[in-house]
């Protein structure tokens, strides 16, 4: 009977303790490691989709219709439709989260534009904090200095999923433009 008691409490123990590092609705059923253990490391992208919406009002026409801007990622090849111009690029990511509370992220990219014929190449690192926005409970949304506020869908030892949603408004005497972006960004562990 005290061996059945002993199993209990350990297995309740257990149970108790991986949920509490769990946190996130996305992440893993069972986890013994903590978000801030499962955070750290080093992350390649693994797939983006980017998704943003201009929409004009004037006072004259009223409401234009919404223009579509879409960014799709697969196996580092990047496609963007912006409007009628579409262009691809090959695009690596590399985000780099440290303990001490510094993240790096880099990312190179060779951009080929269809209607113009052109090849543009781009390199550009980021270094900076970073800092749990609600530290205390959930720990559910992140801020990485000088690249972004995002929440963190899923945090498994070797995923991570940041979203975010801004939106601008620009007002001119005659016309208000709305500009929503959505964002979500997969990575899995190096």
């Given amino acids: 009977m005290k061996k059945l008691l002993l199993i209990t409490a350990i297995i309740s ?10 946190k996130g609705s996305n992440d893993p059923f069972l986890s013994l490691r903590s978000r801030d253990t499962r955070l750290i490391g080093i992350w390649k992208i693994k797939d983006i989709v980017n998704d943003s ?3 004009k009002t004037t006072s004259i026409n009223a409401t234009s219709s919404p ?3 879409t ?37 190179k990219s060779r951009k080929y534009v ?3 014929a052109a090849t543009k190449f781009s390199e550009r690192v980021v ?23 995002f929440s963190v869908d899923r945090l498994a030892w070797k995923e991570l999923v940041f979203k975010s949603t801004k939106q601008n408004l620009k007002q001119t005497t005659s016309s208000t433009t709305t500009i929503t972006v959505k964002k979500e960004l997969k990575f899995k562990r190096q």
């Fill in 127 to 149: 270094c900076n904090s970073w800092y749990w926005l609600d530290e205390k409970k959930n720990k559910e949304g992140i801020m990485l200095i000088g690249y972004g506020i």
């Fill in 67 to 69: 223009i579509h801007y």
């Fill in 114 to 116: 269809k209607n113009v």
């Fill in 71 to 107: 960014t799709g990622y697969a196996d580092s090849l990047k496609h963007s439709t912006r409007g009628v111009d579409e262009f691809d690029s090959v695009y690596y990511e590399t985000l780099i989260i440290n303990e001490d509370g510094t993240y790096s992220d880099t990312i």
């Fill in 13 to 22: 123990t257990i149970v108790a303790i991986s949920m509490s590092c769990r």
């Fill in 53 to 55: 919406i201009v929409l």
